[in-house]
Nanobody
Framework: QVQLVESGGGLVQAGGSLRLSCAASGSIIRINAMAWYRQAPGNQRELVAAITSGRSTNYADSVKGRFTISRDNVKNTLYLQMNDLKPEDTGTYYC?????????WGQGTQVTVSS
């Protein structure tokens, strides 16, 4: 069974940076469009950034210019470089395919940005 495991979250001050990683147990990252999603307390899960198998990218307006999604097909790993973090970026970050598939939701990684 394919698993996606997120890591790299933490507590950071506003203006700081974090790099999230998503490791896959199979070839899911190599062959699918992938995305990062986040869920803030009390909010629905939202799409943050996406990347196609051809490496075209798309971002939510709230993170454009600050976040960069990338993929390493050899390592079967998805990344999210987050710069100039803001308190509103706080939440649990998940990786999944695009469109997402229920069986691939993992535990996520918590990002907390203090003001």
């Amino acid at each position: 069974q394919v698993q996606l495991v997120e890591s790299g979250g933490g507590l950071v001050q506003a203006g700081g940076s974090l790099r999230l990683s998503c490791a896959a147990s199979g070839s899911i990252i190599r062959i699918n469009a992938m995305a990062w999603y986040r869920q803030a307390p009390g909010n629905q899960r939202e799409l943050v950034a996406a990347i196609t198998s051809g490496r075209s990218t798309n971002y939510a307006d709230s993170v454009k210019g600050r976040f960069t999604i990338s993929r390493d097909n050899v390592k079967n790993t998805l990344y999210l470089q987050m710069n100039d973090l803001k308190p509103e970026d706080t939440g649990t970050y998940y990786c999944n395919t695009l469109p997402n598939r229920v069986q691939y939701w993992g535990q996520g990684t918590q990002v907390t940005v203090s003001s």
